[in-house]
């Protein structure tokens, strides 16, 4: 258990620098933030200045280890933009961005497995036909349109929800709705196939032969074997959500989430603060990971850890 | 239970959710319900959260919808006719080339309490040209060497050469509460005390800012009592809220949604497009070539069909009308594609290929712009190669590190001339020295001569002659000036300012 803990915190850390290496040369590579922080009249002593103020006038590898020595002692530097602590930015909007996807993820977890299930078990059936269909529209359509059709049909149209901003739960339902249904899609279409492999196993044959009520098979045994792979799935498009998703989500529905943050720090090239939610969403992703890893053996006890 | 009851069971789950969520929603949201007394509160959604509320070190033009209205300064621009006016100063007059006497006004509170006295002025001053302080727009204030009090509410503000738009740089210059500002230094990033009329009640981050109407201005009692600010990024999000009435003003409207909207105000905006040509080296350094590129430019076209009418056309200049500087004899040149064909055969033009360097994104349908506008060059006779940057590649190609690389032939930008005058345009874009500048040294003598006169008369000719000069002998094609749209609800009496200036204080309910 010892060596399979420091395994993964050692894949962890290797993540998470990749991650913040890769940012980091990316930003430096986009262009001069001094250019979009000053007014565009601005004299050439003046932009010499800034630079000059900012350190991007040293080189890349000299910001490098700068940042990595800061980075070390838990300083991420102040947002230029903000004025702020860096970290402290950052981490401010990501409560509200856990808790949109997780009512997303609820939401999508709550259609999909039913009807993977109602569908794995009368395959090629107009519901599955209506179902495969309903989950590709779900991964293919765009999130930024459809975030915004709802607002002109169930907002404009119909007044029964609000356009934008926060409040009460009816501020929640048309975002969450529209970041729930491309993981709907893809979930609906993991528990098709897992619960389609685990239907036609032996062991089912058996339970039904036994006399066991049908809704017991699916559920505690074919369900909880096809667990791992929904899991995994699932705990992947939260992971997506967070990281990807949201942003667009966010943008249109004016939300106050990591996403709309990092569209603006990537806006502003502030880059002490584009590095410390870079850092704070991998942190993020990597536990997800952890945790997917470690409910494996709720769903198969066999799976041990080393 | 069987295979049949499993089945029913699930799809009764499925759909009785789906009903449940739907269901709750018929019940009417919070819309907010037209009471019969006058409303008070004022919902205004403005694209992004402000950075800070510290408007002596940001360029953010969300910063300024908030704060504008909770801080002043010395001096600022008449709505209307945009002509400097007092307004934290009462009287402005200059004592030798370099002293200007300054008379503050009296019995003037902070918000927080504390009385205005030129302490504060001193203070504000010294704190913006400090190089310690690392201010953004200090490069306004480039010519502001030192301030000193003289009593109690008079100041001198002594530049370090004779500078004509002093007066115009104060409006730029927000005075601050010194003793709030040594007591508490941090708390200026999210609450400023001002002498305006309104106070900042609260700032929830991501979410909103209210202001309070501060019952002790000096000046008059504004109608609104109380300001809401959202901030909403996606205009349709933000067209849709106005529609709905979950927010009463929305700034930042595209032409396409003008006709959805409840109501529209617009005004001529700060910025004007313009194409800048390099008279100095390549192809486009004939004079008859350059006054060729200006006649084949139909903008009536282009402000008709990429913004519905709502951009006029610059007037033979970057300037509007109330600008020092302004030629009023200029007209901007006709769309002649015969003269300009023309003029291009007499200037013995080979077909060479012209670069047109260009950005996208930044400004409303510049992309678009650009490719009109080159097509139009190519329909009168020229070979034009358009080159789209990104952002950052395109400013650095337009404000170049090494002065001698050699210019672009043509390269597009919008161009804000920030203290309406003439100077800002020609000393960036025209003198050789300037920032962005492919123009010949002809103008330069002209030019720095004009930037310190301080006889405003002689200082207006002197920039008409430029001016008409520049019209002969172009440094740029003048383009368009996209106008401002404010969306608003049916009950909401404003008219947008044509310094883009968001202030409450002009607004009111029918």
Redesign the interface.
Known sequence: MATYILKTLLKALVVVLGVSLLVFVLTRSIGNPVNIMLPLGASMAERANLTHQLGLDKSVLAQLWDFASGVVRGNFGESWWQQESAMTVALRPLPFTLELSGIALVISLVFAIPLGILSALKPRSLLDKLTSTSSMFGICVPNFWLGLMLILIFSNLLHWFPTSGTGGWRYWVLPSVTLAVLPLGRITQIVRTAMLEQLRELYVVTARSKGLPEFWVVTRHALKNAGIQIVTMSGWELGRMIAGYAIAIESVFGLPGIGSLIVDAIGQQDYPLIQAITFVIAICIVVLNILIDLSYPLFNPRIKFK | ???K???I???T??VS?SLV??G???A????PNPTAAKKDTISI?IP??P??M?VQ???DGNMRAVADNVTESLMTLDGKTMKVIPELATEISRIDNTTWDVKLRPDVTFQNGNPFTADDVVYSIKRIIDPNF?S?????F?TFKDAQKVGDLEVHIITSGPDPSMPTRLTMLNILNQKEMIATPDKI?TAISGTGPYKIASWA???SIVLERNDNYWGPKPSIKTVKY?????D???A??L??G?IDFATNMLPEYVSTLPQVQTAEGLEFSLIRMNAVSGVMKDQKIRQAASYAINWDAISKSLYSGYASIAPGQVFKPSYIGFNKNLKAYPFDLAKAKQLLAESGYKGETITFVGEQGRWLKDGEQEQAIAQMLRDAGFKVDVKIL????W??VL?P?D?TTTPPDMIF?F??N?IYDAD?SYS?YVLTTG?ASSYPKTLDAQIIAARTELDTVKRQQMYEAIGQTLYDNPAWINGINIKDIDGMGKDVVYQPREDMKLMVSEMSFK
């Open positions: 239970m069987n295979k009851s499993l089945s069971f699930l799809f789950l499925v959710t969520l739907s709750c929603g018929t009417a949201p919070n819309t959604a992004s959260e950075s800070t510290d070190f940001a360029d690392k953004n727009i200090a490069g306004f480039a990033k981050k991501g979410q959202r901030f909403i990024e996606e349709a999000t933000r849709a809220a529609k709905n979950e990104a952002f950052s590649q400013l650095g404000f590190q002065p930008t161009h804000s920030d800002r960036t920032s």
